[in-house]
């Protein structure tokens, strides 16, 4: 058995549609990588960095934005209530 060195950018690439929802099997028969290598690849890089996908960050950004409104809302309530 021989030792294939893949791509950082294949791996990655890999790693991205594993955490987007495609199967660790799908993704070794489509790339014909041992499912193995694939989940060593995932605990790598799991560790290296936060895999954030688009839909991820945009529910976050959602929430973001209504809690910074609500903030700001309070201290507009505090303002209010202080002045009296």
């Known amino acids: 058995m021989t030792n294939k060195k893949y791509d950082e950018s294949l791996k990655k690439e890999i790693v991205k549609q594993h955490v987007e929802g495609k199967s660790v099997t799908d993704l070794s028969i ?36 209504k809690l910074r409104q609500e903030v700001e809302i309070l201290k507009q309530a505090m303002s209010i209530m202080s002045a009296k």
């Open 30 to 65: 489509e790339y014909k990588i041992s499912p193995t290598s694939i989940y060593k690849w995932i605990k790598f890089y799991s560790k290296q960095q936060v895999i954030v996908t688009p839909k991820q960050f945009n529910e976050v950004y959602r929430e973001n934005k």
